[in-house]
């Protein structure tokens, strides 16, 4: 087993808040940030989508507000 095995590289947690706001879990999304997820990492370089976009394509408004307010 590496020495490293939990440590996790950005773009897992990055990956982690994508996943959290297209459930619309707070909970999940704000232990990603914790962990230094990118509120304005894009999951699609090509359409920049980020998670923000990915909350409010799902209609989770209270993750849409979470992320808004943290991303200010």
């Known amino acids: 087993m590496s020495g490293n095995s939990g440590v996790k590289s950005q773009h897992d947690k990055n990956l982690l808040l994508f996943g959290a706001s297209e459930r619309g879990n707070i909970a999940q999304a704000q232990t990603a940030?914790?962990?230094?997820?990118?509120?304005?990492a894009k999951w699609?370089?090509?359409?920049?989508?980020?998670?923000?976009?990915?909350?409010?394509?799902?209609?989770?408004?209270?993750?849409?507000?979470?992320?808004?307010?943290i991303g200010q």
């Open 33 to 40: 940030l914790d962990e230094g997820a990118d509120i304005n």
């Open 44 to 69: 699609n370089h090509y359409h920049n989508i980020t998670a923000l976009i990915i909350a409010s394509a799902n209609h989770h408004l209270d993750m849409v507000k979470f992320l808004f307010v």
